[in-house]
């Protein structure tokens, strides 16, 4: 599903495609690169206004 992502109160959301995952998390593709995401953060996922869902990032892959 694409969404709004914001992984901090300060940061302008981004769009990001989100593959929710068996085991209850879920893997988020932004589509345009991300500078400071870092493990620990919290990352909300918003459908406009409306928040969808959210957790605490774990694990950042290069996408390189």
């Known amino acids: 599903m694409h969404l709004q992502i914001k992984i901090h109160s ?3 959301s981004a769009e ?3 593959f929710p995952q068996e085991n209850g998390s ?3 593709i932004f589509n345009m690169p991300q500078v400071a995401v870092t493990p620990g953060q ?5 459908d406009n206004e409306l928040v969808i869902g959210g957790g605490i990032i774990d ?3 290069d996408n390189a």
Do not use: D
């Open 10 to 12: 300060a940061h302008q």
């Open 16 to 18: 990001a495609e989100v």
């Open 26 to 28: 879920a893997r988020v």
């Open 42 to 46: 919290s990352a909300v996922f918003y």
């Open 59 to 61: 694990f950042i892959a």
